[in-house]
């Protein structure tokens, strides 16, 4: 028997779930949280098959479940810990919105090619899954002319320069026993996500910067948008 890989997002989010079961009444994409466009970077989302990819709590599916009107949203997420207070909070939300513990990867693999309308990814699974395994994946799971909109960190936490290669970096993390380990995190250049997403079959694609504001924990973030090209 394998013994399952610690739990790294165990900590993520936990004293906010023991405070705030509200649905957000606003989408931010904004690394602070606090700015930015919203929603209508998804494009409208009503009646739509909608996937948010390292979902987390899923306070941002739960905000798009209660205040748009997509047909499903699927709220992925790999955390056991981080599913579990998703549902807690918000499975009363169901059946619109489906909170599922899932590598992204094998969710989007597995899930029938065109089944999605609308990917998206607020600092989520896309930052932190292997590019070239995510990307096609979710191209293929998305309609011709689907859309994927994720936001990303456009500097590294402390001010260093994005990759200028596919290249990720050992960040550190915490077990849920406190030990001190790393996980790999993708901050890559604009054009290396460009590159990135037309090799994986996405065309129309265009990144903006969203300003991290003035603070120590701030951080300046991409909003990247792309569309599966016709195949
Ligand atoms: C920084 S958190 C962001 C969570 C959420 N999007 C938010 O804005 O609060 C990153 C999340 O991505 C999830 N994640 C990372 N890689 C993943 C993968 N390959 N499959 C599923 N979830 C993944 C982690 O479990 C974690 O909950």
Same mark, same amino acid.
């Given at each position: 028997?394998?013994?399952?890989?610690?739990?790294?997002?165990?900590?993520?989010?936990?004293?906010?779930?023991?405070?705030?079961?509200?649905?957000?009444?606003?989408?931010?994409?904004?690394?602070?949280?606090?700015?930015?466009?919203? *929603?209508?970077?998804?494009?409208?989302?009503?009646?739509?098959?909608?996937?948010?990819?390292?979902?987390?709590?899923?306070?941002?599916?739960?905000?798009?479940?209660?205040?748009?009107?997509?047909?499903?949203?699927?709220? !992925?997420?790999?955390?056991?810990?981080?599913?579990?207070?998703?549902?807690?909070?918000?499975?009363?939300?169901?059946?619109?919105?489906?909170?599922?513990?899932?590598?992204?990867?094998?969710?989007?693999?597995?899930?029938?090619?065109?089944?999605?309308? !609308?990917?998206?990814?607020?600092?989520? *699974?896309?930052?932190?899954?292997?590019?070239?395994?995510?990307?096609?994946?979710?191209?293929?799971?998305?309609?011709?002319?689907?859309?994927?909109?994720?936001?990303?960190?456009?500097?590294?936490?402390?001010?260093?320069?994005?990759?200028?290669?596919?290249?990720? *970096?050992?960040?550190?993390?915490? /077990?849920?026993?406190?030990?001190? !380990? /790393?996980?790999?995190?993708?901050?890559?250049?604009?054009?290396?996500?460009?590159?990135?997403? /037309?090799?994986?079959?996405?065309?129309?694609?265009?990144? *903006?910067?969203?300003?991290?504001?003035?603070?120590?924990?701030?951080?300046?973030?991409?909003?990247? /948008?792309?569309?599966?090209?016709?195949?």
């Amino acid at each position: 028997m394998t013994t399952p890989p610690a739990d790294l997002w165990h900590h993520y989010g936990r004293a906010r779930h023991a405070t705030d079961r509200a649905v957000p009444d606003a989408f931010r994409w904004s690394w602070s949280q606090d700015s930015g466009p919203g *929603a209508a970077a998804l494009g409208d989302v009503t009646g739509l098959h909608v996937g948010d990819l390292g979902a987390g709590t899923a306070r941002h599916a739960a905000h798009l479940a209660l205040h748009h009107q997509p047909a499903r949203i699927d709220a !992925v997420d790999a955390s056991p810990a981080q599913h579990a207070m998703a549902a807690d909070l918000y499975g009363h939300l169901a059946p619109r919105l489906r909170i599922e513990q899932a590598d992204v990867v094998s969710h989007l693999r597995a899930a029938a090619g065109g089944a999605y309308d !609308v990917l998206y990814s607020v600092f989520g *699974a896309v930052d932190f899954t292997e590019q070239r395994e995510l990307l096609p994946a979710a191209a293929a799971a998305l309609r011709p002319g689907g859309r994927l909109v994720f936001s990303t960190l456009a500097h590294y936490l402390g001010g260093a320069r994005a990759r200028p290669d596919v290249q990720h *970096a050992d960040v550190p993390a915490r /077990t849920p026993d406190g030990e001190a !380990v /790393t996980m790999r995190r993708w901050v890559l250049q604009e054009q290396v996500w460009s590159k990135l997403l /037309t090799e994986a079959g996405f065309t129309r694609i265009s990144v *903006a910067v969203l300003p991290g504001g003035a603070g120590p924990r701030t951080a300046d973030a991409h909003l990247v /948008t792309a569309c599966r090209g016709a195949s």
